[in-house]
């Protein structure tokens, strides 16, 4: 099972687009889909027409007594699941404040690597006690970036806390979203950005009101529109990825 | 990913498909419209997925085609294959498809693909049945459920030569209602308000199981494996009737799957019993007349060489993963015109067969045989030896012969030696088969296994060999014809390049072969072979002290002569 983590701990990146529509790009390639909405907003959970509802709480599931396994809802598609979100996940720092090791998320997917090829972790934008979790327990770090200053600044941070924490086995994924190339700056930035950081995921995600759609249809873009360029931008992402992998 | 399983219910007989439409409909949300759809249970010829708990069928809709296995007991989704109706077809009729090479492509299929083996799913009977689909949702238009409801149209009439043709007759309709992961409180009330609204009732498994049980279709019970039973006073020749009798069964029951290609696997039982019956012969040639044994000898001989060019394609064909997997990957596809000539050779071949196997004489030879073997085996000699000692006696013989051919055979002794040797092993084995039931299972199942080792090291060492000479001869047979593209030219002289190497590499594995011989003979040569022979020896020293006086025939036996034979079947 390999463990992805969408994150930046900045917010409006099309983070939750990017969940959604890449782990729908998986299921629709045969794969064994998980995604975990961290979000207390529970944007991915309303996405998959799920209520976001979880019993027990988010300490239901740090504290042990409720499995993953009985919170997981099957999605409207074919090999994709959701463990949805509510807003007790708010709590969820000050919860694995509690526990003793870092390890806590990661303990508690271990025991679903049989049942799935995939979990997403769809995660909040902070950088949190949770995001030290997930960047333990994902192998990889998916980053949708704007093409904007403070937004390539977040990345930054983001590098500079994961060396000061020593998470060396995690690889970092970067990929642009939300871009408009009617903008100067956009331009600019794509073009400088890849020289220094040959990580750069090739295909970006285009900024498109079909995206937005997604809140009326409640569905991944592929789903309703399959032949938009958002769809055919994300699907070529998760190659991308997958190449990674 | 655990699925939740799904729930089976049986409907009331006399509902109309509209009825349960107006019904459903009213608690779910019909995705597109009513479709017809051909529901093909099957399995293989000898019954292997029955046997491994599981229950197959195709599903036709159209031009879709989908194969579909589930537990028997449980009804859990096993394997599910999508391929189109027209693939389908026109791979079944050039060349010979192992279905269970499409499965092993499926994470799902591993174990299903094991237990087919090289059988091939085969229809066991036809449903037609008009079926329809239902979602439901939560007030969040969340897809809770689905729901196919599934209803048998009447009877249609048996074609000849199809399969068994079910309807609504035999089956009341059903609805299938498919759970989604984290709502199993919803399906449940959905399937008791199901129940309730059209008087149905849980069925805990799927349809294919209720057929079974309802005895509509029969799982078959054939198996290629010689199950003979000879009691300690069974006759030589009593046995010698059974054993024919049996083989030339297994003949027949695989001669229409010969005919019809469905799998490779008819050609090779229906050959393996032909190598059977002339080692039978060999073993019982006291117990039949002269002319008997000429006339059965004349015609397995026929038998075995009218099929065995096919045979050696399919062998070619069947392992073309392996052959592709033994080159480096960048020539791995340079073979491609080397397959598509076999295909095309075999289809020759087959033509051959076919004609062969549909003539007159082959038809009423094999009827002749087996008629021949089902009548009263009566003896032709005063003093019957009794089956137990004779196989004794066989057995010591033949074991003693390798022994001994073994023994001569050095790093210097050519070939023909080893491959002289394999022969006598087969020998062996076909005997220790045949006379199992009447041989202390100790001796049998050791001297089995070390000689299958054996016989393995020295079947490599002869089949690398042929098969080298076999890809040359190919690469020559392929170099002739004169080609105007080329492409045509390049894609067959890397044919013949790929091959060549493919050749060498046969060559070296056969070398291997002939190094590991040494040491497996010696493993076969031990300490149990000896106690092998005096146990076979002391069997025959109690046989021929109760030897038995036959009872002298009243009439004379009924075996034809070789002539008369002919005469009859003209």
Request: proline residues 5%.
């Amino acid at each position: 099972m390999k463990r992805l983590a969408i994150y930046n701990m900045k917010g409006g990146v099309g983070k939750t687009a990017a969940a959604v529509n890449l782990s729908y790009a998986a299921a629709q390639l045969g794969a064994r889909v998980l995604v975990w909405d961290l979000d207390p907003q529970a944007a991915t959970t309303f996405y998959f027409r799920v209520k976001p509802k979880v019993k027990g709480g988010g300490k239901g599931i740090v504290g042990g007594k409720r499995d993953l396994d009985d919170l997981i809802k099957g999605t409207d598609f074919e090999g994709l699941d959701l463990l949805p979100a509510d807003l007790s996940y708010r709590r969820f720092d000050q919860l694995l404040d509690d526990q003793t090791d870092d390890d806590a998320i990661f303990k508690l997917v271990r025991p679903l690597r049989d049942d799935y090829d995939f979990i997403f972790f769809d995660c909040p934008p902070s950088l949190s006690r949770l995001s030290e979790n997930i960047f333990r327990a994902a192998q990889s770090l998916i980053i949708p970036l704007v093409p904007t200053t403070l937004s390539l600044r977040t990345y930054d941070q983001v590098a500079a806390f994961c060396e000061k924490k020593k998470v060396k086995k995690l690889q970092m994924s970067p990929f642009f979203s939300m871009v408009d190339r009617r903008k100067k700056l956009h331009r600019e930035i794509m073009e400088a950005f890849p020289k220094k950081h040959t990580n750069l995921l090739p295909t970006p995600i285009p900024y498109a009101s079909v995206i937005e759609k997604m809140g009326v249809e409640r569905a991944p873009v592929a789903a309703f529109a399959p032949r938009s360029r958002a769809a055919v931008a994300y699907g070529s992402l998760w190659q991308d990825i997958l190449d990674t992998l | 990913m655990p699925t939740p399983s799904t729930r089976r219910i049986e409907v009331r007989g006399d509902l109309t498909l509209e009825k349960i439409h107006t019904v459903l409909a009213a608690f779910a949300d019909p995705v597109g419209p009513i479709r017809k759809s051909i529901l093909r249970p099957c399995d293989t010829f000898d019954g292997a997925l029955h046997r491994a708990g599981l229950a197959a069928y195709w599903t036709e809709s159209g031009r879709d085609l989908t194969w579909l296995c589930h537990d028997l007991v449980t009804g859990e989704l096993r394997a599910k294959v999508e391929l189109s109706a027209d693939m389908h077809e026109a791979e079944r009729s050039t060349r010979p498809i192992v279905f269970a090479e499409l499965l092993a492509e499926k994470p799902v299929g591993e174990d299903i693909s094991s237990v087919l083996g090289y059988r091939n799913p085969l229809d066991l009977a036809q449903l037609p049945v008009h079926r329809r689909q239902y979602v439901r949702r939560d007030e969040e238009g969340k897809m809770i459920l689905r729901v196919e409801h599934l209803h048998p149209m009447p009877r249609q009439d048996q074609g000849e030569g199809a399969a068994t043709q079910l309807g609504r007759e035999d089956l009341s309709p059903w609805l299938e209602i498919h759970p989604v992961r984290g709502y199993l409180k919803k399906a449940d009330e959905f399937c008791n308000w199901c129940k309730r609204a059209l008087g149905g009732v849980d069925t805990d498994a799927g349809f294919v199981k209720s057929l079974i049980e309802a005895g509509h279709i029969k799982p078959t019970t054939y198996s290629s494996k010689l199950s003979l039973d000879f009691g300690p006073k069974t006759s030589a020749r009593t046995a010698a009737f059974q054993t024919f009798r049996h083989l030339f069964g297994v003949m027949e029951t695989n001669f229409p799957g010969v005919l019809a290609d469905a799998d490779s696997e008819f050609l090779h039982d229906f050959r393996v019993a032909v190598r059977r019956a002339r080692a039978a012969l060999h073993l019982f040639r006291r117990e039949l007349s002269r002319d008997v044994r000429e006339a059965l000898s004349h015609d397995l001989k026929k038998l075995g060489q009218m099929t065995g060019p096919v045979r050696d394609f399919d062998v070619y064909l069947l392992d073309e993963k392996q052959l592709r997997g033994a080159l480096p990957t960048v020539q791995q596809h340079d073979l491609d015109p080397f397959f598509d000539h076999l295909v095309k050779e075999r289809a020759k071949a087959r033509a051959s067969l076919v004609s062969a196997l549909e003539t007159a004489e082959t038809r009423d030879a094999l009827s002749h045989w087996l008629h021949f073997f089902s009548s009263d085996p009566e003896t032709t000699r005063e003093v019957d030896p009794g089956f137990s000692g004779l196989a004794a006696k066989a057995l010591r013989i033949q074991l003693t012969r390798m022994l001994t051919d073994g023994r001569k055979i050095t790093k210097r002794t050519p070939a023909e030696a080893l491959h002289d040797l394999r022969k006598e092993g087969k020998k062996l084995r076909y005997i220790l088969e045949m006379s199992r039931s009447v041989l202390a299972e100790e001796l049998c199942s050791g001297l089995l296994k070390s000689l299958k080792r054996l016989q393995t090291i020295l079947g490599n060492f002869q089949d690398f060999e042929v098969q080298a000479d076999f890809l040359m001869e190919a690469a020559d047979t392929m170099n002739r014809p004169a080609l105007k593209s080329q492409s045509a030219r390049e894609a067959r002289t890397k044919a013949v390049m790929a091959l060549g190497v493919l050749s060498t590499r046969l060559m070296e594995k056969k070398t291997e072969a002939r190094a590991q011989f040494a040491a497996e003979f010696a493993d076969f040569d031990n300490e149990e072979r000896s106690a092998s022979l005096k146990t076979l020896r002391k069997m025959e020293a109690k046989a021929s002290k109760k030897k038995t006086v036959a009872k002298k025939p009243k009439t004379k036996p009924k075996a034809k002569t070789k002539t008369k034979a002919k005469k009859d079947r003209a």
